[in-house]
């Protein structure tokens, strides 16, 4: 079945562009445009190109994949250049590099490859020249690409620590409460908790691992990139407890001075008003 007509119209209208817009970038007259829109006029090979280049999708997706089906998330990343649903697959579209045995290689985004990973993140000449390595025990089916993370803002996690992710293409299996690298448009890779609200109101809502950070949106249309969280590589040994940990120890502390205090006063009959942080009367 042939959806090019209804396709191009409903780019047309998500780009808030009319008939005569389209027509005159695309140098065509209007009525011709609108044939096609109508379908009562079939397009040749060069007006097939001119469309795919001008909404940046397959000639195949134009044609065979109706995109009044595809989810809001789905069409976004569409219309950004990810063609997931070239001959209606869910073909990944990502800048890579493989092994001289064909296999994937893990590629490292250091904290100084980071500006540049913001321009170059779909630019196959840019990723190449990352360093890459191999994690036998990873599966050889999925993509993944270890990032440097700075900061406290996901402590325990700590600064310098280079974390593994796995690509996610379709964006509604983000799930809540795991951790993702965010390749954003304003902040460039961010390491955040996440919460989908992508249905409800088209944003992610993002979370730290430091309560001293607050959480923030980032709408779809700022979002260039999801990866998610496996696992992390540091230098560094995690702390010894946390501060619950620590909290709880001294308040156990705590708790033992006064019960030694009040050992020490048999006689009184008395208890100190202390007493009382520990539910005891």
Not at 100 to 127: C, H, M, Q, T, W
Not at 199 to 208: A, E, H, I, M, P
Not at 209 to 232: A, G, T
Request: charged share 25%.
């Amino acid at each position: 079945m042939n959806f090019f007509s209804s396709n191009i119209k409903l780019l047309r209208k998500r780009r808030g562009r009319t008939q005569d817009d389209v027509a005159f970038l695309l140098n065509m007259k209007r009525p011709t445009l609108s044939g096609y829109e109508n379908g009562v006029a079939q397009p040749g090979l060069e007006t097939l190109m001119a469309f795919s280049k001008y909404y940046n999708v397959s000639i195949d997706t134009l044609v065979k994949i109706d995109l009044y089906q595809l989810s809001e998330s789905q069409l976004l990343q569409l219309e950004r250049g990810y063609d997931a649903f070239v001959a209606g697959g869910n073909l990944r579209v990502l800048a890579t590099t493989v092994d001289r045995d064909n296999e994937e290689n893990i590629e490292l985004v250091s904290e100084k490859a980071k500006a540049g990973y913001r321009a170059g993140f779909a630019d196959p000449e840019f990723i190449k020249v990352l360093p890459v390595f191999h994690m036998p025990f990873l599966s050889k089916q999925k993509k993944y690409r270890t990032f440097e993370v700075s900061g406290d803002s996901m402590l325990p996690i700590p600064d310098g620590s280079w974390v593994t992710c796995e690509f996610v293409q379709d964006w509604n299996l983000i799930q809540d409460r795991h951790a993702y690298v965010i390749h954003t448009l304003n902040d460039g890779l961010v390491f955040k908790v996440t919460e989908n609200l992508i249905n409800s109101s088209g944003v992610l809502r993002l979370y730290s691992l430091n309560s001293m950070y607050e959480p923030f949106d980032v709408h779809v249309n700022d979002i260039r990139e999801v990866w998610k969280f496996v696992n992390y590589i540091s230098s560094e040994l995690p702390p010894a407890n946390s501060p619950i940990d620590r909290l709880a120890n001294q308040v156990a502390s705590l708790k033992e001075e006064f019960d030694s205090l009040r050992r020490s006063f048999p006689a009184q009959g008395k208890k100190p008003k202390l007493a009382n942080l520990f539910g005891e009367s």
